[in-house]
């Protein structure tokens, strides 16, 4: 409406300035109705800048009413948005927290678990301290560890347990190897003593001076240490050792291998040991394979002594077999003259069969011959 109003008020000026254009080439011209027409023109002018104030007005107010319509909607819909933003995300988060809190409750009950478990290990490591305490219970230990290696790798014939090697009434070692051999006594077998030693204490000893970086101390629980294992070694090699009945030297077991590392790593301990006291130390793992080497040995030694059976037996399977193939010529023959007098039989079987052919034939020719009419002449 506006856009029309304008283009009204254009066209009747631009009328006008056509009219005045004219007029002024014809002086004689009235401009009177010019006049009128320019005053109606101007209050048209007025009449639609007022029109257009009004729109304009209007239209603010008509823009600012959608403006502020448009921020209410907008507003509500923020909020409804911030809202299921807000659910979603409470959700979410109680869901998730949910999830951490059973996470963490689990992780809680395993700890708690844990430290339980740890506490019964932590008691069963002290009943295991105190019961190491005891010297005796403690050699008794060390002695069911050497038993259970020997039970593992050796056959029970091949070893024994609390064998007196130096006689009756003489000292008995924990086990002793029973190996191969004939003794000046008469006996087809030697013993290899072995006797498990566990100096706890000593190193003990060493070892925490060691945690404690306390070098004196080291030095003098290391010399307590070589101290304690020489005459531990001394006492077998006194008590056991006793050739012929047992080999020159013994075995001294170490049931940890902490404790043998320890003497291994003292510089010449356990080469003088074995070089002065015919005594070798030997721990879990060394023993074990130890004990594999004379295994091996055993058996190569059980196979050398059959060797002669075995040369035995297959001399008598030789001369057994060669019965055996004289049983098989004679069985032979026999077969040959059994296939000879059934070969002889089949030939009397189809001489029979032909005679009982001429017999059964005979009657229906002669039968034949008497109806046949004669033949005259040459045939």
Same mark, same amino acid.
């Given at each position: 409406?506006?856009?029309?109003?304008?283009?009204?008020?254009?066209?009747?000026?631009?009328?006008?300035?056509?009219?005045?254009?004219?007029?002024?080439?014809?002086?004689?011209?009235?401009?009177?109705?010019?006049?009128?027409?320019?005053?109606?023109?101007?209050?048209?002018?007025?009449?639609?800048?007022?029109?257009?104030?009004?729109?304009?007005?209007?239209?603010?107010?008509?823009?600012?009413?959608?403006?502020?319509?448009?921020?209410?909607?907008?507003?509500?819909?923020?909020?409804?948005?911030?809202?299921?933003?807000?659910?979603?995300?409470?959700?979410?988060?109680?869901?998730?927290?949910?999830?951490?809190?059973?996470?963490?409750?689990?992780?809680?009950?395993?700890?708690?678990?844990?430290?339980?478990?740890?506490?019964?290990?932590?008691?069963?490591?002290?009943?295991?301290?105190?019961?190491?305490?005891?010297?005796?219970?403690?050699?008794?230990?060390?002695?069911?560890?050497?038993?259970?290696?020997?039970?593992?790798?050796?056959?029970?014939?091949?070893?024994?347990?609390?064998?007196?090697?130096?006689?009756?009434?003489?000292?008995?070692?924990?086990?002793?190897?029973?190996?191969?051999?004939?003794?000046?006594?008469?006996?087809?077998?030697?013993?290899?003593?072995?006797?498990? /030693?566990?100096?706890? @204490?000593?190193?003990?000893? *060493?070892? %925490? +001076?060691?945690?404690?970086?306390?070098?004196? $101390?080291?030095? =003098?629980?290391?010399?307590?240490?070589?101290?304690?294992?020489?005459?531990?070694?001394?006492?077998?090699?006194?008590?056991?050792?006793?050739?012929?009945?047992?080999?020159?030297?013994?075995?001294?077991?170490?049931?940890?291998?902490?404790?043998?590392?320890?003497?291994?790593?003292?510089?010449?301990?356990?080469?003088?040991?074995?070089?002065?006291?015919?005594?070798?130390?030997?721990?879990?793992?060394?023993?074990?394979?130890?004990?594999?080497?004379?295994?091996?040995?055993?058996?190569?030694?059980?196979?050398? /002594?059959?060797?002669? @059976?075995?040369?035995?037996? *297959?001399? %008598? +399977?030789?001369?057994?077999?060669?019965?055996? $193939?004289?049983? =098989?010529?004679?069985?032979?023959?026999?077969?040959?003259?059994?296939?000879?007098?059934?070969?002889?039989?089949?030939?009397?079987?189809?001489?029979?069969?032909?005679?009982?052919?001429?017999?059964?034939?005979?009657?229906?020719?002669?039968?034949?011959?008497?109806?046949?009419?004669?033949?005259?002449?040459?045939?």
């Amino acid at each position: 409406m506006v856009g029309f109003l304008i283009a009204f008020a254009v066209l009747q000026v631009a009328s006008l300035v056509v009219f005045i254009f004219f007029a002024r080439r014809r002086p004689q011209l009235d401009l009177g109705p010019v006049i009128a027409r320019l005053e109606a023109t101007e209050r048209l002018h007025e009449r639609l800048e007022r029109g257009l104030r009004d729109d304009f007005g209007r239209q603010r107010t008509e823009a600012a009413l959608a403006s502020q319509q448009a921020r209410l909607e907008m507003r509500d819909q923020l909020a409804a948005i911030r809202s299921t933003v807000d659910e979603q995300l409470q959700g979410t988060l109680e869901r998730r927290l949910g999830e951490s809190f059973s996470l963490v409750s689990e992780r809680l009950e395993q700890v708690h678990k844990g430290l339980g478990e740890m506490r019964t290990l932590a008691a069963g490591v002290g009943d295991l301290k105190k019961v190491l305490t005891n010297v005796k219970i403690r050699g008794t230990w060390g002695e069911v560890q050497l038993g259970n290696l020997l039970e593992q790798i050796l056959t029970p014939a091949q070893y024994a347990q609390n064998v007196c090697t130096k006689g009756e009434g003489g000292e008995r070692v924990e086990y002793a190897v029973k190996l191969p051999g004939r003794d000046a006594l008469g006996s087809d077998h030697v013993w290899l003593p072995i006797d498990a /030693k566990f100096p706890q @204490e000593d190193y003990l000893r *060493l070892v %925490e +001076a060691t945690d404690q970086g306390d070098v004196a $101390a080291m030095d =003098l629980a290391s010399k307590h240490l070589e101290a304690r294992v020489r005459q531990c070694a001394r006492d077998i090699a006194d008590k056991y050792v006793a050739p012929p009945a047992t080999t020159d030297f013994a075995i001294m077991f170490l049931p940890t291998e902490g404790l043998y590392a320890e003497v291994i790593r003292r510089p010449g301990l356990a080469e003088s040991i074995q070089r002065d006291l015919r005594v070798a130390v030997a721990g879990p793992t060394t023993l074990a394979a130890l004990l594999n080497s004379l295994q091996m040995g055993f058996r190569t030694f059980a196979i050398q /002594k059959r060797s002669s @059976e075995v040369w035995a037996v *297959l001399g %008598e +399977a030789k001369t057994e077999f060669r019965r055996y $193939a004289d049983v =098989l010529d004679r069985i032979k023959n026999k077969l040959q003259d059994a296939t000879n007098a059934v070969d002889r039989a089949s030939v009397r079987t189809r001489a029979i069969e032909r005679k009982l052919r001429d017999v059964e034939d005979g009657p229906a020719e002669v039968a034949g011959e008497a109806e046949a009419p004669p033949v005259y002449g040459p045939a």
